[in-house]
């Protein structure tokens, strides 16, 4: 039972290095959301995508595109990384949007020097 | 905006004594409310949530949160701490009736439990 899955799981970047971190869900999801978590802050949405081909800013967007090209996928990009982005990154899908269970992934730690 | 307000967090509680995490919302109107817990170096899995009907929602491990809507309250509590328990807890809001599909989390609730 895969759920769902984030690759890497532990990056360290430079300062205005770029990089992805790659979101896959095996459950046939239509949404699917990337967060950052920061100590004391809690959860803040970045990006979210309600299906394939679509994505919607969060409360957090600057300095990150995202992409859903496919269902199954969810790509996050940092094209010119900043230590402000040094965080926690959880992908998360649930079925049929935020009202319903939100299925997460287990993080990817993002250390920017 | 919509907000939630976790108070306290950090909490320390002795095993098999009651728990109790408060989470406050701000809305006019009843939003979807949620449970989470992290355990970890994991992502973070639903403890319970409410929509609407009865206010007090039963979840898994032993926790309920009693919806209050004259408080804008949605704590949590377990009657007897485990050691198992010991995780962050958030609380998160949908709000209804907007379009928009998110989740709003507060800052989350360090739990400890002293044996």
């Known amino acids: 039972n895969a759920g769902v899955t984030q690759t890497p799981k532990f990056r360290v970047l430079k300062t205005g290095q770029s990089m992805t971190l790659l979101c896959a869900q095996d459950m046939n999801h239509e949404y699917m959301y990337w967060y950052r978590q920061d100590p004391g802050m809690g959860l803040r949405l970045i990006h979210y995508?309600?299906?394939?081909?679509?994505?919607a800013k969060g409360e957090v967007p600057d300095g990150y595109n995202v992409s859903r090209l496919k269902k199954q996928n969810f790509l996050l990009g940092l094209e010119s990384a900043a230590p402000s982005q040094t965080s926690v990154y959880f992908c998360?899908?649930?079925?049929?949007?935020?009202?319903?269970?939100?299925?997460f992934g287990s993080g990817t730690q993002l250390s920017v020097l | 905006a919509q907000s939630v307000t976790q108070l306290g967090s950090h909490v320390s509680v002795s095993e098999g004594a009651l728990v109790l995490l408060r989470c406050n919302y701000s809305?006019?109107?009843?939003?979807?409310l949620f449970w989470y817990v992290q355990y970890p170096n994991q992502g973070l899995q639903l403890l319970l949530k409410?929509?609407?009907?009865?206010?007090l929602v039963k979840g898994i491990n032993g926790f309920e949160a009693e919806f209050k809507k004259s408080e804008t309250s949605f704590h949590l509590t377990k009657p007897s701490a485990h050691m198992s328990d010991a995780a962050e807890y958030f609380c998160?809001?949908?709000?209804?009736?907007?379009?928009?599909?998110?989740?709003?989390f507060g800052q989350g609730t360090r739990l400890t439990i002293n044996p």
């Open positions: 409410y929509t609407t009907g009865a206010t």
């Open positions: 998160a809001v949908k709000p209804s009736g907007q379009g928009a599909q998110k989740l709003v």
């Open positions: 995508s309600v299906g394939e081909g679509t994505t």
């Open positions: 809305s006019s109107v009843p939003p979807y």
């Open positions: 998360a899908s649930s079925r049929q949007g935020a009202s319903e269970k939100l299925f």
